[in-house]
């Protein structure tokens, strides 16, 4: 193998790694941009169930009726 070749294959095998890494790079982004959302989210069901009628820790804690 030439020293061109190997200098050519080299920077094809670093051309890939650059995309590789960008694409993964976009993937973490996105990733993060949809676990904010759902922290969001979460957040938002959270405080709504702790407004919502009969929400007090004891309700939750009773034994069904056909105990």
Request: charged share 35%; proline share 4%; aromatic share 2%.
């Given at each position: 193998m030439s020293e061109t070749e190997r200098l050519t294959r080299l920077e094809e095998r670093y051309a890939h790694l650059q995309r590789h890494t960008a694409e993964q790079d976009k993937a973490m982004l996105e990733l993060g941009e949809e676990m904010a959302r759902l922290k969001t989210e979460l957040a938002a069901l959270r405080a709504?169930?702790?407004?919502?009628?009969?929400?007090?820790?004891?309700?939750?804690e009773e034994k069904p009726p056909h105990y």
């Amino acid at each position: 193998m030439s020293e061109t070749e190997r200098l050519t294959r080299l920077e094809e095998r670093y051309a890939h790694l650059q995309r590789h890494t960008a694409e993964q790079d976009k993937a973490m982004l996105e990733l993060g941009e949809e676990m904010a959302r759902l922290k969001t989210e979460l957040a938002a069901l959270r405080a709504r169930l702790a407004d919502a009628p009969g929400a007090d820790a004891e309700a939750s804690e009773e034994k069904p009726p056909h105990y």
